[in-house]
Antibody
């Protein structure tokens, strides 16, 4: 069965950095695009970034462009999100999600909480 | 970026009710629209993609319709497990955008 397991969340000071990981299993990771989506406490879903199956194209929300970098290691079945210059408004649960080729995000991880606070 | 709106933002309903949630895109997105259900403390679950295609394993009481800028999610006979927040999402162009959500709670 498909499993996505995020890790790397925690508490970080404003201006700091954090790298999230998402370990994938149960499907051919190298064949699918992957997304990061976040949800601030008590708020709605906000899409963060997408990477194509082979890493050839990446897209970002304007709110994180230039600060966050999405990447993947298909040999390790792992997705990453490098987050730099973190701000209080980046505080959220971060989900990784598998792109369904026909549309939508069909599998999601359980999420990892990132708290940006001094 | 394409802006997604949903209405209503929340409402109360009873088990057995037929409910409809509306989603509108700020520009035409053809049928590149998905619907998700999210329960508190849980990850979202894909219900419908391509505006009207039911995701595998999703009960048939859920249905979606629309194209262009106006879309609807209908639950034909609300069950207790359907009380949740529902989000629409466009994937016509990047950045992908979600609607603000519609919370359905018990009357």
């Amino acid at each position: 069965q498909v499993q996505l397991v995020e890790s790397g969340g925690g508490v970080v000071q404003p201006g700091g950095s954090l790298r999230l990981s998402c370990a994938a299993s149960g499907f051919t990771f190298s064949s699918y695009g992957m997304h990061w989506v976040r949800q601030a406490p008590g708020k709605g879903l906000e899409w963060v970034a997408f990477i194509r199956y082979d890493g050839s194209n990446k897209y970002y929300a304007d709110s994180v462009k230039g600060r966050f970098t999405i990447s993947r290691d298909n040999s390790k079945n792992t997705l990453y999100l490098q987050m730099n210059s973190l701000r209080a408004e980046d505080t959220a649960v971060y989900y990784c999600a598998k792109d369904k080729a026909q549309g939508g995000l069909d599998y999601w991880g359980q999420g990892t909480l990132v708290t940006v606070s001094s | 970026a394409i802006r997604m709106t949903q209405s209503p933002s929340s409402f109360s309903a009873s088990t057995g009710d037929r409910v409809t949630i509306t989603c509108r895109a700020s520009q035409g997105i053809s049928s590149y629209l998905a619907w998700y259900q999210q329960k508190p403390g849980k990850a979202p679950k894909l219900l419908i993609y391509a505006a009207s295609t039911l995701q595998s394993g999703v009960p048939s009481r859920f249905s979606g319709s629309g194209s262009g800028t106006d879309f609807t999610l209908t639950i034909s006979c609300l069950q207790s497990e359907d009380f949740a927040t529902y989000y629409c999402q466009q994937y016509y162009s990047y950045p992908v955008t979600f609607g603000p959500g519609t919370k359905v709670d018990i009357k």
